[in-house]
């Protein structure tokens, strides 16, 4: 599933870019809490552009974690970004445009967390209980979003098509992601404590908006565009 | 046209930032969600455990010191704790506790599980026993220990001492003689003859004075039963050296210990010492099934302390009758132990004792006996919700028997002049007053908001009525329903007791990973209350 959407994304990009429709299109790279990004914009209009493209970040993380009960090796992967299909609407003779459209999420966040020690109960009591890490198992957490297209809004500065040839973009704006979900596995003794993903994804419930800022620099390919 | 664009546009961003202030993410939400997460011990199920108790043979309440138990036998790999962990031994405080059994091994009555059990507390004499489980879910067991066994009820004591010269030699006869047992007029006797060498544990020859001691266990009655070493359905290891499970009878069995000036166990003796068993004339012969007469054989055994489980060590012959009717039974022995003289048998079940309720719901306790002829005794717990009783691995060759039922402090007695072998019987119970079933809400309170656990595995409730002796508590048979929070902790839960007298106050006790709960709680009605959390699980089971 999305790997077609993925498909179906580069071949809009490709049509776009191809597109004869009168104006210069643009090609920007853009840097920013998506990550860093591609971008292909024409102009459909003397005010109103589309643009696709996309951002994508992927980032690994492994790390001994000592905590008071038992140490535990982490191991983290981030995947963060996604396509867009924009419209930007130049309502004054400027850069200045308000965006909207939509954001087709690959974000994915995944870890796993493994005991590195025995985790010991009631130690030095009569009673004391010693687990050895590979009976102890491991626990493993995902978060993700339901819905994978979602909304954004924003504003922005700069217009790669009707200005000059290489330009300064800037962009503030927010997804509407909707509330993550985490979902948690664990296998051995404590893969019980997974059933506390409903918990964490309740935490979470009020994260529902991605908020965007992005930086780049847009080249207009051909002749600049007229504004209106 | 301008302005209203101008208008579209501050409109619009102006809605898109208050759209995000007013859905702002709640951090705090999120930092508690973070910072209540708990690691939960999820725990396996077991299916077949023991509610044991162990209970003073002469107070007749819990042995309050730290009971240690070891596990021996073909089946003791299979125990386990509640954490399904293997366990060689395990603590038990305050007089219950609880092990299971690996849930590969299903026992059942062609398939026992047999698990015997070394027990020792400070200030006790040790004990062993053979637990025996025939079904899963709950198997109930009992450990009886003693401080002294002197003064035991149907026991009787002699000493004597003598003197020892060089190289550990005794050098005069001493004989320590116990008194008759009023009951049968039954007599022990250990003699050491001038000339024998004694020596110690270590090695070491005796020196000084040697006292000899002896405690003669030879009238039947629910003291000396209990007190019977590992238990009359155990292991014994043959003549041959192989190990088998019997049921045994007993003649008679006495402990023997003898010290030299310094305190030392004398364990060996050159040449031999000789002990002498006087029995009862109504012991029956385990080979013949008919009473003992002048020329019979008996067996004879010493009891390993460290196997848990009684050594045949030959036959020895029935000498008199004596000017009391008793006849005489003599053999020679190097080492010191536990001596039985009796007989084993592969053992039979009996038939199906029936029992009619009417209306006694409560877990009911079976003592079964024989009252003469070389005695045996057993205790069963028939859980609430059944009514007949079989009793497993009784000794064939007995000739009589009794079964005593209680329940709600009524007794029924069913008594034959037969052997237990097939036998059936029926009792019938009154029906009792103001006795319900009640629900409990259990609840750890306070001081334990929940537990780090999915389930409390072999968890078991006890009670009593209030101000009775211990040995009077029986246990409930059924597993609680356990209640969990959010995060999956235990909190709670909620059991059913059936049997209980309502205006009366009862004695719960139970325990998890070893800690002990007790409370007194008036029966008022059918719906009560448990509280689990005063002044226990302090431990780092508790969620807080």
Partial sequence: MEVNMRRKILLLLLSLVFTTTGYAQSVSIRVGTLGPGLHFSIPVSSSLSLRAGGSYFAYSHSAAIEDEDVNVDFQGDLDWGGATLLADWYPFRSGFRLTGGAFYNLIKVTGTGVPTEPYYLNEGQSNEKIFQPERLGSLSAKLTYGSKINPYAGIGFGDGARGARVSFLFELGAIYVGSPEIEMQGTGMIAGSASQDEVLTEGLESFQWLPVVSVGLAIRIGKASERR | ?544
Wanted: hydrophobic residues 35%.
């Fill in chain 2, 1 to 544: 046209m301008k302005t209203s664009k101008n208008s579209l546009v501050i409109l619009t961003v102006t809605f898109f930032f208050a759209s995000l202030s007013l859905s702002g993410c709640d951090f705090s939400a999120a930092e508690d969600a973070l910072s209540n997460f708990d690691v939960i011990i999820s725990l396996e199920e077991v299916n077949s455990y023991v509610a044991l108790t162990v209970v003073d043979g002469q107070t007749g309440n819990f042995v309050q010191q730290q009971v240690n138990l070891a596990f021996f036998g073909q089946d003791s790999d299979a125990v386990i704790d509640m954490f399904s962990d293997p366990v060689t031994d395990l603590s038990v405080s305050g007089g219950i506790g609880s092990f299971g059994i690996r849930n590969a091994l299903v026992p059942s009555d062609s398939n026992p599980i047999e698990v015997r059990v070394q027990v020792e507390a400070q200030d006790y004499q040790p004990n062993s026993v053979t637990i025996a489980l025939t079904k899963t879910g709950q198997t109930d067991a009992r450990i009886y220990l003693f401080r002294e066994i002197q003064g035991i009820p149907g026991s009787e004591t002699g000493t004597n001492s003598g003197n020892i010269g060089s190289g550990g030699v005794v050098l005069e006869d001493i004989e320590a003689r116990t008194l008759p047992n009023p009951m049968n007029q039954a007599q022990a006797t250990v003699s050491v003859r001038a000339g024998t060498q004694g020596t110690t544990a270590t090695g070491e020859s005796a020196s000084g004075e040697l006292s000899v001691e002896i405690v003669y266990f030879t009238a039947n009655s629910s003291s000396t039963a209990v007190v019977f070493p590992g238990g009359f359905r155990g292991t014994v290891e043959t003549l041959d050296g192989t190990l088998e499970q019997v049921s045994f009878t007993t003649a008679g069995f006495m402990s023997v210990t003898v010290t030299d000036g310094n305190g030392n166990e004398i364990t060996q003796f050159d040449p031999p010492i000789e002990l002498s068993m006087e029995v009862a004339p109504n012991t029956i012969n385990g080979h013949t099934g008919s009473p003992v007469s002048t020329g019979d054989a008996i067996d004879f055994y010493s009891y390993s302390e460290t196997g848990g489980y009684w050594v045949e060590e030959g036959e020895s012959t029935l000498e008199g009758p004596g000017s009391n009717g008793n006849y005489t039974v003599k053999f020679l022995t190097s080492h010191l132990s536990t001596w039985s003289a009796g007989y084993n048998d592969r053992g039979c079940d009996s038939g199906v004792f029936s029992i009619q309720r009417n209306g006694n719901t409560a877990a009911i306790t079976a003592r079964a006996f024989s009252v003469s002829g070389g005695w045996f005794g057993a205790s069963v717990v028939i859980p609430s919700g059944e009514s007949d009783l079989t009793i497993l691995n009784a000794p064939s060759h007995l000739t009589d028997f009794e079964v005593v039922f209680e329940v709600n402090g009524q007794e029924q007695t069913i008594q034959r002049n037969t052997g237990i072998c097939g036998a059936t019987g029926a009792v019938a119970f009154d029906s009792p007053i103001n006795v319900i079933d009640v629900h409990f809400a259990l609840d750890f309170g306070d001081a334990c908001e929940a537990l780090k656990l999915n389930d409390v595995p072999a968890f078991v409730i006890f009670h009593k009525r209030q101000g009775e002796p211990d040995v009077s508590t029986t246990s409930v048979t059924t597993q609680p329903i356990f209640h969990l929070d959010e995060l999956g902790r235990i909190t709670g839960g909620e059991i059913t007791i059936p049997g209980l007298e309502l205006g009366l106050t009862y004695t719960f006790y139970t325990t998890i990973n070893n800690e002990r709960a007790e409370r007194d709680i008036l029966i008022e009605g059918s719906e009560m209350f448990f509280d689990l959390s005063e002044d226990v699980f302090e431990s780092d089971i508790c969620a807080n």
